[in-house]
C-alpha cells in the first residue's frame, strides 16, 4: 500500500486506472468524468496537436461547457478548492455515498481495515486526477489558450478546505485521513450542509436550501411548552432518549414555528428534520429505513395532522407509532402538530350504531395517546394577547404609546375575529408596513 509522499505522481492519467475503481465507481456516470475519460484516452494513444484538435474539439467544448455550468452553479457555502477542476474532485468525494464513505460517516477509518488497501486505492486514484496537468494537456492539443479548470475563482474557507490541503501535500495517508474526518465531522452527501429537508419523487428525501428559522427566543409566550419541547430534544440528540412530541390546540398559536425553531436551537449539532405532509404518511417507513443507520439525530415533522374516519393512513400512521412492523429506531422521533384534540374524527354514527361503542371509541382516540410528550396550545386571553402585542411591538421598535398600541391591537383582534400568537405578529407586521418603526 502506497501512502508516503511521491515527488512525481503521474500528471498524465492512464485511462484504464478509471476501471479500478470500486467504492466510487458510481461517479463514472457523470458527465464531466466521462468527457474527461474520452479525452485523457486519446491523449495517452499519443494523438496530439492539430490531429488531436480536429477529432476531439468538440467532446472538449462540451466538457468545458460543463465545467463552466458547474462553477457558476457553486454554491458559496461549499467551495472545498480554489480551482473548478480541483473543487470538483473533491465534490464528488465527500457527496458520492458509498460504502467507503457510509463507513466514514461513521467514524474513524484506519488501516487495520481487512478492506484497507482497497480503500487506498481509490485515493490514489483521486490524487491523480487532483494533480492532472491541465496546461500541458491543453498546450500539446491545441484545444485552448484559456485554462479555466485550473483558474483561481474559489475561496475555500474553514473547514471545506481541509481536503484540498490534504491533497495538495500528494499524501494519500493524509488526503484519506482528511476525508474522514470532514465526513464524520461535516456530514455526508445532503447531510453535508442540509439541516430540513421535504420529500420528493415518491419518497427520496430532497433538501430544502435558503430557508431561516426562527429563533426560539423571539416566540412570544407558552413559555412551559418551549422549555419542555427543548429538554426533549436535547435529551434525544445528547442521549438518544426522547419522546415523540404532539403539539396540540388552537389554530395560530405558534406550534409549527415552535417546531421548526428547534433547527436555530441545535444548529450547532447534527440534529436534522424531515418535513412530511399529510398525502405523504406512506412514505415514513422507507425513510425510516433509509435514515436509521445514519449518525443523525432525525426529526419527523408532520404538521397539522388529522384523521377523517375512513382515512387508509391512519392505519399506517397507527403501525409506525407502535412500532407494531418493526421497532422504531433510537435516532428517529416523531413531532406533530393538530388543531384538534383527537387525531381521528369520531361521528355520532359510530356512538349510536356501533355494538361495542366504548372499544370504538377507545381506539379513535387512542392515537394521541401513542405520543409520550403532549403539549396543549390555547389561545390567550385578551389580556395574554396584548402582553405578546406589546412584547412583539417593543422587539419590532414601533415608534408609538402603549396605550395607541393595545387600542389598534384590539381592533385588529375584533376584525380578524382571532385572538392568537399569529394574530399579534400580523398586527405587528401591519405596524411595521405602515411605518410605525423607530428610524
Known amino acids: ?73 457553486k454554491s458559496e457555502d461549499t467551495n472545498y478548492a480554489k480551482t473548478p477542476w480541483k473543487d470538483f474532485l473533491i465534490t464528488q468525494i465527500v457527496g458520492n455515498e458509498n460504502p467507503l464513505t457510509l463507513l466514514f460517516e461513521r467514524g474513524p477509518v484506519t488501516k487495520q481495515h481487512p478492506f484497507a488497501k482497497s480503500m487506498y486505492h481509490e485515493f ?31 475561496f475555500p474557507v474553514p473547514p471545506c478546505d481541509e481536503i484540498d490541503l490534504a491533497f495538495s501535500t500528494e499524501n494519500i495517508d493524509k488526503a484519506f485521513t482528511a476525508t474522514n474526518e470532514y465526513i464524520n465531522h461535516h456530514g455526508l452527501g445532503i447531510f453535508e450542509i442540509n439541516v430540513s429537508f421535504k420529500i420528493v419523487d415518491g419518497g427520496r428525501l430532497s433538501p430544502i436550501t435558503n430557508q431561516k428559522y426562527k429563533p426560539m427566543d423571539s416566540l412570544v409566550g407558552y413559555d412551559m411548552q418551549k422549555k419542555e419541547l427543548i429538554a426533549n430534544t436535547a435529551s434525544f440528540i445528547n442521549n438518544y432518549t426522547g419522546l415523540n412530541v404532539l403539539l396540540q390546540g388552537d389554530m395560530g398559536t405558534g406550534k409549527s414555528t415552535m417546531v421548526k425553531a428547534l433547527l436555530d436551537t441545535f444548529k450547532d449539532t447534527k440534529l436534522k428534520m424531515v418535513e412530511i405532509k399529510k398525502d405523504q404518511l406512506e412514505y415514513i417507513p422507507s425513510v425510516i429505513e433509509y435514515v436509521k443507520k445514519r ?145
Request: no cysteine.
Open 295 to 439: 449518525p443523525y439525530p432525525f426529526i419527523l415533522f408532520i404538521d397539522d395532522l388529522s384523521f377523517d374516519e375512513d382515512d387508509a393512513d391512519y392505519k399506517i400512521f397507527k403501525n409506525v407509532m407502535e412500532g407494531s412492523l418493526e421497532e422504531n429506531p433510537q435516532n428517529v422521533l416523531i413531532y406533530a402538530t393538530s388543531n384538534k384534540r383527537h387525531l381521528v374524527t369520531e361521528t355520532m354514527s359510530e356512538r349510536d350504531n356501533a355494538v361495542h361503542t366504548k372499544d370504538v371509541m377507545e381506539e379513535k382516540l387512542s392515537l394521541s395517546s401513542r405520543f409520550g410528550l403532549v403539549l396543549t396550545f390555547e389561545v390567550p386571553n385578551q389580556k395574554g394577547y396584548l402582553s405578546m402585542v406589546l412584547e412583539l411591538a417593543k422587539e419590532a421598535g414601533i415608534n408609538m404609546p402603549a396605550a395607541r398600541i393595545e387600542s389598534l391591537a384590539i381592533q385588529w383582534e375584533l376584525r380578524h375575529l382571532n385572538r392568537s400568537g399569529r394574530t399579534a405578529e400580523q398586527f405587528i407586521d401591519y405596524l411595521k408596513i405602515n411605518s410605525f418603526t423607530e428610524d
Open 1 to 73: 500500500m502506497t501512502t508516503e509522499s511521491s515527488d512525481n505522481i503521474n500528471r498524465v492519467i492512464a485511462s484504464d486506472i478509471f476501471s479500478t475503481l470500486s467504492f466510487y465507481r458510481p461517479v463514472l456516470e457523470h458527465p464531466i468524468l466521462k468527457d474527461f475519460l474520452i479525452l485523457s484516452k486519446a491523449y495517452e494513444s499519443g494523438l496530439k496537436g492539430a490531429e488531436y484538435r480536429k477529432e476531439y474539439l468538440d467532446t472538449y467544448y462540451h466538457l468545458k461547457s460543463l465545467m463552466l455550468g458547474y462553477s457558476f452553479n
Open 124 to 154: 490514489e486514484i483521486f490524487m491523480k486526477l487532483y494533480h492532472f496537468d491541465w496546461d500541458t494537456f491543453l498546450k500539446e492539443t491545441n484545444l485552448d489558450d484559456t485554462n479555466i479548470f485550473s483558474a483561481h475563482i474559489f
